[in-house]
């Protein structure tokens, strides 16, 4: 593989920017602020944001997309993660 086709080159694909189900809050209101912050982060290009709940600091799916592979940390966005997506 080269160029686009590989992981963490080029853009980052839509549907790998949505996070990963199983990996977000499970209270509807955290979980749907969770969603709408790292939406906005992606728009601004940034590659984290602040967790509402506890303050720490979430890598968004671009930054782990241009790490260039999955680190197996469980990781909220890992783009590389199969599994369902919000």
């Known amino acids: 593989m080269t160029g686009v086709d590989e992981p ?48 720490f600091t979430v890598m968004t799916a671009l930054a782990l997309w241009r790490n260039g592979s999955c680190c197996r940390s469980g990781c909220r966005h890992c783009p590389y993660h199969e599994g369902l997506r919000v």
């Open 8 to 55: 963490g080159r080029g853009p980052l694909p839509p549907e790998r920017a949505r996070p990963l189900n199983a990996r977000l809050p499970r209270q509807p209101e955290l979980r749907a602020v969770v969603v709408a912050i790292h939406e906005q982060a992606l728009r601004s290009g940034s590659e984290t944001y602040q967790d509402p709940a506890t303050g």
